[in-house]
Nanobody
Framework: QVQLVESGGGLVQAGGSLRVSCAAS????????MGWFRQAPAKEREFVAA????????RYADSVKGRFTISRDNARNTVSLQMNGLKAADTAVYYC????????????????????WGQGTQVTVSS
């Protein structure tokens, strides 16, 4: 079983950059596909980005494509989300999620496919 702790959220001006990270504890981090989701006030949780077990495949929501980059370091049990060109619409609580799956190419984008979640970190973009 993996435990996830996010960090790196904060307040940034529109157009700025921020990097949020997720530290995973527990064995076999490299067997988990990882994802980032976000939830703004009064809105449903939405997919942001995901990465497969090895880090060789990624997937992004259309709203962040070209601005956000997901990466992972299996030696350090971390996954990060580099966010550039931030907009006020990116303001939300960002959640790290993990799912264990034998398919090496697996890059899930639906929240129901993830079994483990962090507590979230707030990202606020001022316009």
């Amino acid at each position: 079983q993996v435990q996830l702790v996010e960090s790196g959220g904060g307040l940034v001006q529109a157009g700025g950059s921020l990097r949020v990270s997720c530290a995973a504890s527990g064995p076999s981090f490299s067997t988990y596909a990882m994802g980032w989701f976000r939830q703004a006030p009064a809105k449903e949780r939405e997919f942001v980005a995901a990465i497969n077990r090895s880090g060789g495949s990624t997937r992004y929501a259309d709203s962040v494509k070209g601005r956000f980059t997901i990466s992972r370091d299996n030696a350090r049990n971390t996954v990060s989300l580099q966010m550039n060109g931030l907009k006020a619409a990116d303001t939300a609580v960002y959640y790290c999620a993990a799912t264990r799956d034998p398919r090496s190419w697996y890059v899930p984008s639906r929240s129901v496919e993830y079994g483990y979640w962090g507590q979230g970190t707030q990202v606020t973009v001022s316009s």
